[in-house]
């Protein structure tokens, strides 16, 4: 890959509109949950889709920033769909889904400590070793700082990318939503992530939400556009770094006209081109 890139996450509902704008979308990014136990003519067609456009799978499953081994079937099963599919790369998050046999139905950060590190990157090298292939790693937005934690996000994250070799998949709205719950200044933080090893970035929107008790929080909801500090991010990114970019545009639900998702398509081209030369001109 030599230029930055654009796309979108595949959902049903978007289907027939994003293979009719096919020409407005650079790349795909696929939930890999959602085609793990599909049929094999349906795997198929993913690979089909696969020689459209570049195709992305996205663990949402897997809990690899944990203490716990990863679930070797989970692995077995990501590993037979990279077979079959043949993406351009996949990725997963640094969250834990799972400990004790106990489900927790969530995304969850885990602590941030020694003990983490050392279980995520054994993690790590369990899914090289059966999948083939390191997934980019992704940031989480969380709601509250997770307990036991003696590492900051940042350290902890850099602590992660760099002895595992694996690229990040920066969620640029993720670290937005954390750094105004928990008041800190979203450009220092963005400067304090591993962006050398960034090669993937998530963009997506959120919302307020405003418990009866403590204060209002911002909650990464993947249901509203991106919000201005996320382009802005996302530019800074771009002035900062020199390798290329593909740029995911994530959208669970209450979708507006397609038209509007591929004007936010342009917007992150637009963005990174203004980063761009910035980089040049430094």
């Known amino acids: 890959m030599k230029n930055d890139r654009v796309g979108l996450g595949w959902r049903g509902e978007l289907c027939a509109s994003i293979l009719d704008r096919l020409d407005s979308i650079d790349v795909l990014e696929v ?17 089909s889709l696969a020689n459209e456009r570049p195709v992305i799978l996205h663990g949402v499953s897997l809990g690899l920033a944990s203490s716990f081994a990863a679930d070797a ?3 077995d099963r990501m590993a037979k769909l990279v077979e079959t599919v043949r993406p351009e790369s996949w990725s997963e998050h640094l969250a834990f889904v799972r400990a004790g046999g106990i489900e927790i139905g969530h995304l969850a950060a885990p602590p941030r ?3 983490c590190i050392e279980g995520t990157l054994a993690n790590l ?8 292939s390191l997934p980019a790693l992704e940031n989480i937005a969380t709601l509250v700082e997770p307990g036991a934690s003696d590492l900051d996000e940042a350290a902890w ?3 992660i990318v760099g002895p595992s070799g694996a690229p990040m998949l920066l969620d640029l709205h993720n670290l937005y939503a954390n750094a105004i719950n928990f008041g800190r200044d979203p450009h ?3 400067m304090s992530m591993p962006l050398a090893n960034v090669q993937m970035v998530h963009l997506s929107g959120g919302r307020w939400i405003h418990p009866q008790r ?3 929080r911002w909650l990464d909801d993947h249901l509203h556009d991106v919000p201005d500090p996320v382009f802005d991010l996302l530019e800074s990114l771009a002035s900062r770094v020199a390798q290329p970019l593909t740029v995911i545009l994530e959208r669970d639900g209450n979708y507006p006209a397609f ?7 342009e917007r992150a081209r637009l963005a990174m081109a203004r980063g761009r030369r910035m980089e040049e001109a430094a």
């Open 188 to 190: 220092a933080l963005l």
């Open 125 to 132: 090298d369990r899914a090289l070793s059966i999948v083939g």
């Open 113 to 115: 400590n020694a003990a």
């Open 259 to 265: 038209g509007e998702i591929v004007a936010q398509l």
């Open 73 to 75: 079937r989970r692995l």
């Open 214 to 216: 403590g204060r209002a």
């Open 157 to 159: 994250t850099r602590a």
């Open 31 to 47: 939930i890999a949950e959602d085609w793990t136990h599909a049929s094999r003519p349906e795997q198929r067609a993913l690979r």
